[in-house]
């Protein structure tokens, strides 16, 4: 059985990861989360984690003391997450943080030739070209965890790259699909918060709300099967059943199905290529009838457009995009401005920062600081 490291073990994805190392008896070196040191201390126990990392610096001490005389290794912060991603014996690194903290961590895991589950999309939206330029030269495997990159990787398998025509990535539309700016002004954090498909954290349920967060999947499908922006289709199908597909050449159209739930693309990812029993519930097509498509709202989603300009203008853009669009989330979330105003917070911030050169960690972590702080300066 594999040897795996979490980091991000405390979250929706993590906590689910868990449930699969649980039913199949992987073997857990290390864990890492932001600030939930109850959860974590438990997790590390159960799973006898050599390892657990906290990211928030001022929880190191509480984390330290529940483990004291174990032998356990306790680190925090980012130089923590760092640690872990380069620990000996770790077959893949699970990597779902939230945000663009993820980046770092995955390139040190690279590094060191570590193959990554990829949970976290703002580490290729951000860095994409750094992280598959070294993936390639390391010969390190990306293996996508998000349900619609997991489906086109599955769709992939046994076919050639270079025989696709383009994929159909599918959105579920969110909790706002059909409704109009005007008809959006006075939504809540609850209403945002409330998606009608999957069960996730709060940061990336806003992001289904804005489609923001199809917006990072257009851009982290570009870097995960080497894509041009007109070969991906975006199509909105209500129901989450087909999770993407595939057209190849010859026209014939591969998808992959399932229930709404993440545990499926999650074990693919650890296990693969494996395909043994998952505790995901079987689909019924005849319990759902009736699947439906249409055309995604660009208009009224601001965010969604200004992620496909973003990388198509290339360079420093998508990292400021998403530096502007996590800034503005959070300020939502807090309840210091609107729903609206992060789709236009990130379209301004797309229109008024010139894009920069990305050659290295440096340029994208600037590109997204710069970003956040202009979000900042304009509310
Ligand atoms: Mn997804």
Request: hydrophobic residues 40%.
């Amino acid at each position: 059985m594999k040897t795996i490291s979490v980091l991000g073990s405390t979250g929706s994805i993590g906590t689910q990861a868990l449930d699969i190392a649980r039913l199949h008896n992987i073997k857990i070196k290390a864990l890492a989360a932001k600030g939930n040191v109850s959860l974590l201390t438990e997790q590390a126990k159960e799973f006898s984690a050599d390892y657990v990392c906290i990211y928030d610096n001022d929880k190191y001490k509480e984390l330290k003391e529940n483990f004291k005389g174990t032998g356990v290794k306790v680190l925090c912060g980012m130089e923590g997450l760092c640690e872990i991603a380069v620990l000996d014996g770790v077959d893949i690194m699970l990597n779902s943080v939230v945000g663009t903290v993820g980046l770092k961590p995955t390139l040190a895991a690279i590094e060191k030739g570590v193959d990554i589950a990829l949970a976290n999309k703002e580490t290729l939206v951000t860095g994409g070209k750094l992280v598959i330029d070294k993936a390639n030269d390391k010969g390190v495997k990306i293996l996508p965890v998000d349900s619609e990159h997991s489906a086109i990787f599955q769709c992939l398998q046994g076919n050639e790259m270079n025989e696709i025509n383009k994929i159909i990535l599918t959105a579920s539309g969110g909790p706002f699909f059909g409704k109009k700016k005007r008809e959006l002004e006075n939504v809540s954090v609850e209403q945002a918060l409330n998606h009608p498909n999957w069960s996730m954290g709060n940061k990336i349920t806003i992001d289904s709300a804005t489609l923001m967060n199809k917006g990072l999947e257009f851009i982290e499908a570009m870097w995960l099967f080497d894509l041009k922006p007109e070969q991906i289709e975006i199509v909105v199908h209500r129901e989450s059943v087909i999770h993407s597909a595939v057209e190849y050449k010859d026209g014939s159209v591969i998808a992959q199905m399932g229930v709404p739930d993440m545990r499926l693309p999650i074990q693919y990812a650890l296990l693969y290529p494996k395909r043994i029993y998952c505790k995901e519930k079987a689909l019924s097509l005849t319990d759902y009838g009736t699947l439906s498509f249409s055309k995604p709202d660009y208009e009224t989603f601001d965010c969604l457009r200004a992620c496909i300009k973003a990388i198509t203008i290339g360079g420093s853009m998508p990292a400021v995009v998403n530096g502007a669009n996590e800034q503005a989330v959070e300020l939502f979330l807090d309840n210091r401005i609107s729903f609206l105003k992060i789709g236009e917070l990130v379209m301004s911030a797309l229109e008024r920062i010139k894009p920069t050169k990305i050659t290295c960690l440096d340029d994208v972590l600037q590109a997204d600081k710069a970003s956040r702080e202009f979000v900042l300066s304009r509310i």
